[in-house]
């Protein structure tokens, strides 16, 4: 069956809306049109349109004058007695047959029927030129000039200049350019002229400028920002490489495209420094990038080798620096070679990186963005020696490759950023759960303090008369001469006993009760038998009735198995006995019974003693709530076995029911959930574990809590749950290591788990939890903050409960 996802209308309308801009846009962009056809000379446009005649370069067989630099309209009329040869001249200028440090006049005659307004542009070259036009209506004009053009060596000096402006062609129209070529043996400027209509040729120079405009802002947002960026967080040097990066292709547009021609009066000394200063910027971009490779890419190189990589740019930059122009210009081909060596090394460390899970969003940005820069700098090199006019290619692979870079840092600081808000929303719910606590504990403790003494006072005097009456028993069997028979020795011997076991009963409910209070007491959960513990207990607690004549009933089911820590179940049922049997009188009777019923076991037991005042029946299960009383036959207490008996039911999820009627007994419940559904709770803090409790009370489940995920693996596999809700950060490993060891299992693999965290990635690797845990073998993932409604819905739907 093959699934069909359609994209919803809105979206569908927008992604419209947007190819339509993208596509009017794109049209309205003004471009170069194909060269016209240029023979002997001669550029027919006869038969152009002068509204549709879009800018085209000059590109053709002109005619040439070598040697001939004429300056006068009379020295230019001279040159049509002379037989001129017939140069290529191509869109990207190349070596044109000409003597090195030579000079030429080239020739171009404009054939056309009526007058048309046109407009001459030549960009900016490293060789001087001069452009004119002539035609009988005006005479010789200058239409532009770059450098300066000379006959001579040491006169003749080329400038990074543009040219263009407007004339009117007529049918006598002849173009002419000079060309001073002593600084490159090219034989020419860098591109050919170009010749359009004034309003569609001004429309593609100023799209030119924008374009500039574009990058130098792209880069300059790029560089302060990350500047800023670094300037917060000075750990993290990412920001810092990037953003020097960014500025040294920024002075690279600002020279080599010549933004800044216009700021500073053209010199040759100003010239000269501006080319220095675009190879300096080249240097920069190297080692910026390597370093910014170094501190992103662990995969780069070793350690040792990669200081290495620097010597041969720092080499540049002395030659550069210390050398002559024409010394250092000689290294361009050399500094994009090493250059491509980089982003190769680079791009194959991204590779490495794309392998390993942890840092593959790193490597693939970085993978994608070399492999784009690296082929904007093998075309660079190839317009160089092949002179194609793409110019502005380089800038934008440049800008893709900083962009890449740029979503790198956004993602090692937003990984940042999310650790600290994960941190502060765990310490945040922390500080609520330690008030909540701090709070039920100064209330426990000032109800605590006002029931100390008067328990102080009790306990110390049912522990003082029988280790009175002990003492006093001792004195009497060490005097000499004894002063007792046999008889009443042994009589007062079985008192002194009797008092020293309820001493010691005492004593141990009291530390029992403790241990469990400071949570040194972790329930151990597991199926046990109800019924084989009973009958034991039930055995033991006669040697308690029969000096009473006590009588103990018992209703028990033949199949009893429950959940839970069968030795604290141990305790309280013992508890509920012997509590039974000390306030119940002589002749009295014991009733026990256990019994299922809507989902729940009850043990309940009955006995016919002296019972408890109402306000005691009505207080009796409150913390802090002091019932401390002697039983039938003097058996002494502490007065904490109910509350003892009430911390092991709500461990365990299970409910305690007290009914007392004074004179005619008590009656004591303990609800066991019995559910077929069981769910973990795994979590360190003690209060979002009672919080769950709280929140899932009324589903029909088995609750129980772990505290460390160790003994959590242990508990699964030997009571496999249905469900495990398990925190993300826990001090010995984060859920998503007990995840991973307990799929590991695959007798596990079965037991659904739902993710709870904080935050929704991963601190220590910036991951969305809820993909990593569907990765592992899990089933879901929640926050902290979540509603407690979602929390029910989602733990329904992996219990498969019906809603």
């Known amino acids: 069956m093959v699934r069909i996802q359609i994209l919803p209308l809105s979206k569908l309308i927008y992604f419209s809306i947007a190819v339509s801009v993208f596509i009017q846009c794109n049209r309205s962009i003004p471009t170069l049109a194909p060269a016209k056809t240029i023979q002997a000379g001669v550029l027919d446009l006869s038969k152009e349109d002068p509204k549709t005649l879009d800018p085209f370069p000059l590109a053709g067989e002109w005619e040439a004058f070598p040697g001939e630099l004429p300056e006068t309209e009379d020295e230019f009329k001279a040159l049509e007695k002379k037989e001129p040869i017939r140069l290529a001249v191509p869109a990207y200028w190349v070596n044109q047959n000409l003597p090195a440090h030579g000079f030429v006049t080239y020739r171009l005659k404009i054939k056309v029927n009526e007058p048309l307004n046109l407009m001459f542009y030549l960009r900016e070259t490293s060789s001087a030129y001069r452009a004119y036009y002539h035609n009988a209506e005006r005479g010789l004009v200058l239409l532009g000039s770059a450098g300066k053009v000379s006959k001579t060596k040491e006169g003749s000096i080329g400038y990074y200049l543009e040219t263009?402006?407007?004339?009117?062609?007529?049918?006598?129209?002849?173009?002419?350019?000079?060309?001073?070529?002593?600084?490159?043996?090219?034989?020419?400027?860098?591109?050919?002229?170009?010749?359009?209509?004034?309003?569609?040729?001004?429309?593609?120079?100023?799209?030119?400028?924008?374009?500039?405009?574009?990058?130098?802002?792209?880069?300059?947002?790029?560089?302060?920002?990350?500047?800023?960026?670094?300037?917060?967080?000075?750990?993290?040097?990412?920001?810092?490489w990037f953003s020097l990066l960014c500025l040294s292709w920024l002075l690279r547009i600002l020279l080599f495209d010549r933004v800044s021609r216009d700021w500073f009066q053209a010199s040759d000394w100003l010239e000269m420094f501006q080319i220095r200063l675009e190879y300096l910027a080249f240097c920069g971009i190297q080692g910026f990038s390597l370093l910014f490779f170094f501190q992103n890419q662990k995969n780069f190189l070793p350690q040792?080798?990669?200081?290495?990589?620097?010597?041969?740019?720092?080499?540049?930059?002395?030659?550069?620096?210390?050398?002559?122009?024409?010394?250092?210009?000689?290294?361009?081909?050399?500094?994009?070679?090493?250059?491509?060596?980089?982003?190769?090394?680079?791009?194959?460390?991204?590779?490495?990186?794309?392998?390993?899970?942890?840092?593959?969003?790193?490597?693939?940005?970085?993978?994608?963005?070399?492999?784009?820069?690296?082929?904007?700098?093998?075309?660079?090199?190839?317009?160089f020696f092949k002179r194609w006019d793409l110019p502005m290619l380089t800038e934008l692979g440049f800008a893709i490759f900083c962009m890449c870079l740029a979503i790198v840092i956004s993602k090692q600081n937003a990984h940042t950023w999310e650790t600290a808000e994960y941190l502060t929303l765990n310490l945040r719910k922390e500080v609520e759960w330690k008030t909540i606590e701090l709070r039920k504990e100064k209330e426990k403790a000032e109800k605590t303090g006002e029931l100390k003494d008067k328990f102080i006072s009790i306990v110390s005097h049912d522990i003082r008369s029988p280790l009175f009456g002990i003492s006093s028993v001792f004195n009497l069997l060490t005097e000499s001469p004894p002063s007792l028979s046999p008889e009443r020795a042994k009589q007062v011997l079985g008192e002194a006993s009797t008092g020293l076991k309820n001493i010691l009963s005492m004593v141990e409910e009291l530390i029992k009760y403790s241990r469990f209070q400071n949570a040194s007491v972790?329930?151990?959960?597991?199926?046990?038998?109800?019924?084989?513990?009973?009958?034991?207990?039930?055995?033991?607690?006669?040697?308690?009735?029969?000096?009473?004549?006590?009588?103990?009933?018992?209703?028990?089911?033949?199949?009893s198995i429950g959940i839970g820590d069968p030795n604290l179940i141990e305790h309280l049922i013992w508890n509920l006995l012997?509590?039974?049997?000390?306030?119940?009188?002589?002749?009295?009777?014991?009733?026990?019974?256990?019994?299922?019923?809507?989902?729940?076991?009850?043990?309940?037991?009955?006995?016919?003693?002296?019972?408890?005042?109402?306000?005691?029946?009505?207080?009796?299960?409150?913390?802090?709530?002091?019932?401390?009383?002697?039983?039938?036959?003097?058996?002494?207490?502490?007065?904490?076995?109910?509350?003892?008996?009430?911390?092991?039911?709500?461990?365990?999820?299970?409910?305690?029911?007290?009914?007392?009627?004074?004179?005619?007994?008590?009656?004591?419940?303990?609800?066991?959930?019995?559910?077929?559904?069981?769910?973990?709770?795994?979590?360190?803090?003690?209060?979002?574990?009672?919080?769950?409790?709280?929140?899932?009370?009324?589903?029909?489940?088995?609750?129980?809590?772990?505290?460390?995920?160790?003994?959590a693996l242990l508990s699964v596999g030997r009571l496999k749950p249905d469900l495990i809700i398990v925190d993300f950060s826990m001090p010995?490993?984060?859920?998503?290591?007990?995840?991973?060891?307990?799929?590991?299992?695959?007798?596990?693999?079965?037991?659904?788990?739902?993710?709870?965290?904080?935050?929704?990635?991963?601190?220590?690797?910036?991951?969305?939890l809820e993909a990593t845990v569907i990765e592992l073998g899990g089933d879901a993932f929640l926050t902290k903050t979540s509603p407690d409604e979602k929390l029910i819905e989602l733990v329904k739907r992996l219990l498969d409960l019906e809603t």
């Open 578 to 711: 012997t509590n039974a049997v000390k306030f119940t009188k002589e002749s009295g009777t014991v009733e026990i019974s256990l019994t299922e019923s809507s989902k729940h076991w009850s043990l309940k037991v009955i006995d016919t003693g002296i019972g408890m005042p109402p306000y005691w029946a009505e207080h009796i299960l409150e913390e802090g709530f002091l019932f401390v009383r002697k039983g039938t036959a003097d058996e002494m207490g502490a007065g904490v076995g109910l509350a003892f008996c009430k911390e092991v039911a709500e461990r365990h999820g299970a409910e305690l029911i007290v009914q007392s009627e004074e004179e005619k007994g008590t009656s004591v419940q303990f609800l066991l959930p019995n559910y077929e559904k069981i769910v973990l709770v795994l979590d360190d803090n003690p209060g979002y574990r009672k919080q769950i409790r709280k929140v899932l009370k009324d589903l029909p489940c088995i609750l129980w809590e772990e505290e460390y995920p160790d003994h």
């Open 732 to 768: 010995e490993r984060t859920g998503i290591d007990f995840l991973r060891d307990l799929y590991s299992n695959s007798e596990m693999e079965e037991i659904r788990s739902l993710l709870v965290s904080s935050s929704h990635t991963d601190p220590n690797t910036g991951y969305k």
């Open 304 to 383: 040792k080798y990669k200081r290495y990589l620097l010597i041969p740019i720092i080499l540049e930059l002395i030659i550069i620096i210390s050398t002559p122009y024409a010394v250092y210009t000689k290294l361009l081909i050399f500094s994009q070679v090493y250059m491509s060596i980089i982003l190769i090394i680079a791009m194959f460390a991204a590779f490495r990186s794309c392998l390993q899970r942890e840092t593959r969003f790193t490597g693939s940005m970085i993978l994608f963005g070399t492999i784009i820069i690296l082929s904007a700098t093998i075309y660079d090199s190839v317009v």
């Open 522 to 559: 972790f329930p151990d959960y597991q199926l046990f038998d109800f019924r084989q513990i009973t009958d034991q207990l039930i055995e033991r607690v006669q040697d308690m009735a029969k000096p009473k004549n006590i009588t103990i009933i018992t209703h028990m089911e033949e199949s």
């Open 164 to 240: 263009a402006r407007s004339f009117r062609a007529t049918p006598t129209t002849v173009l002419y350019l000079q060309i001073s070529n002593y600084l490159y043996s090219r034989g020419g400027p860098y591109y050919s002229p170009v010749l359009g209509e004034v309003g569609k040729t001004l429309l593609y120079l100023r799209f030119k400028e924008r374009k500039k405009a574009f990058f130098f802002a792209t880069f300059f947002v790029l560089a302060i920002s990350h500047m800023f960026l670094y300037i917060h967080r000075r750990k993290d040097k990412s920001p810092l």
